[in-house]
């Protein structure tokens, strides 16, 4: 069983950052892809960006929701095994709980994993 531990969640000013992370307990290299998404109260979990892995760091491939706008970064931290979600310029409607999730391919069956979830709150 894979657990995703995310941190970096917090309360932050209107134009604030805050980068969240993303610790899978196997290699990130494991994985096809890792992505974030938020979710608030009585809405659906929207997708935020996603980082599919390429053979190396350079073949790489993200994708970002329309919202993103430029203003977040997904990355990796081979090193670290952690992928990181920069989040710049906030606004009061990137609150949400945040949530990491990811998936990979063993012996043809997919197998998708979710965190727990780290809240993000944007003040006016």
């Known amino acids: 069983q894979v657990h995703l531990v995310e941190s970096g969640g917090g309360l932050v000013q209107s134009g604030g950052s805050l980068r969240l992370s993303c610790a899978p307990s196997?290699?990130?290299?494991?994985?096809?892809?890792v992505a974030w998404y938020r979710q608030t109260p009585g809405k659906a979990r929207d997708l935020v960006a996603q980082?599919?892995?390429?053979?190396?760091?350079?073949?790489?491939?993200?994708n970002y929701a329309d919202f993103v706008n430029g203003r977040f970064t997904i990355s990796r931290d081979n090193a670290k095994s952690t992928v990181y979600l920069q989040m710049s310029s906030l606004k009061p409607e990137d609150t949400a709980v945040y949530y990491c999730?990811?998936?990979?391919?063993?012996?043809?069956?997919?197998?998708?994993?979710w965190g727990q979830g780290t809240q993000v709150t944007v003040s006016a």
């Open positions: 980082l599919r892995f390429g053979v190396f760091e350079t073949d790489d491939r993200t």
């Open positions: 196997a290699s990130i290299h494991s994985f096809n892809t």
């Open positions: 999730n990811a998936d990979q391919l063993v012996s043809g069956v997919r197998y998708e994993y």
